[in-house]
């Protein structure tokens, strides 16, 4: 898992570089690959938290409430698919060229989640800590978790 979030991280923090470079402003072919790669941000992140709330969470929610339904876990993964919804809508009008590419509106969009985006990815990867995981399941049990 933290190998997963150190990847969402660094793809994130490059997103928000790529807003602000400014020699790439005037390349066209700058501003599809932004594009691109604020897609594909989205895409990793929308399947990576899918698969925690279908597979995942459930099941370790039997045995640690803070992935259960009413955690702030949870409560984060709500907050955030908001303004990836958002980024993602933009992101695609933009490839579509229904809107012009405009950075700090992208940099707008996810200063709206930002804060609330790697604080999860660190609370995550805390509750995940395997001296945690020892004290709930045995690694044959955790193992056998999809």
Same mark, same amino acid.
């Given at each position: 898992?933290?190998?997963?979030?150190? !990847?969402?991280?660094?793809?994130?923090?490059?997103?928000?570089?790529?807003? %602000?470079?400014?020699?790439?402003?005037?390349?066209?072919?700058?501003?599809?690959?932004?594009? !691109?790669?604020?897609?594909?941000?989205?895409?990793?992140?929308?399947?990576?938290?899918?698969?925690?709330?279908?597979? +995942?969470?459930?099941?370790?929610?039997?045995?640690?409430?803070?992935?259960?339904?009413?955690?702030?876990?949870?409560?984060? *993964?709500? /907050?955030?698919?908001?303004?990836?919804?958002?980024? /993602?809508?933009?992101? +695609?009008?933009?490839?579509?060229?229904? /809107?012009?590419?405009?950075?700090?509106?992208?940099?707008?969009?996810?200063?709206?989640?930002?804060?609330?985006?790697? %604080? *999860? +990815?660190?609370?995550?990867?805390?509750?995940?800590? %395997?001296?945690?995981?020892?004290?709930?399941?045995? +690694?044959?049990?955790?193992?056998?978790?999809?």
């Amino acid at each position: 898992m933290e190998g997963m979030h150190h !990847e969402l991280r660094n793809l994130w923090l490059g997103l928000r570089t790529d807003c %602000a470079r400014m020699e790439e402003r005037l390349d066209p072919a700058a501003g599809q690959r932004l594009i !691109e790669h604020g897609l594909a941000f989205c895409n990793e992140l929308e399947v990576h938290h899918d698969r925690e709330e279908t597979f +995942l969470f459930p099941k370790l929610a039997d045995r640690m409430p803070e992935f259960g339904p009413q955690s702030t876990l949870v409560d984060q *993964h709500k /907050k955030i698919h908001v303004g990836l919804a958002a980024l /993602k809508r933009y992101l +695609l009008d933009c490839h579509i060229e229904e /809107k012009v590419l405009d950075r700090a509106h992208i940099r707008a969009i996810m200063d709206t989640f930002s804060e609330v985006l790697l %604080a *999860h +990815l660190d609370d995550e990867v805390y509750a995940l800590r %395997a001296e945690r995981i020892r004290w709930h399941w045995t +690694l044959d049990e955790f193992r056998k978790i999809p």
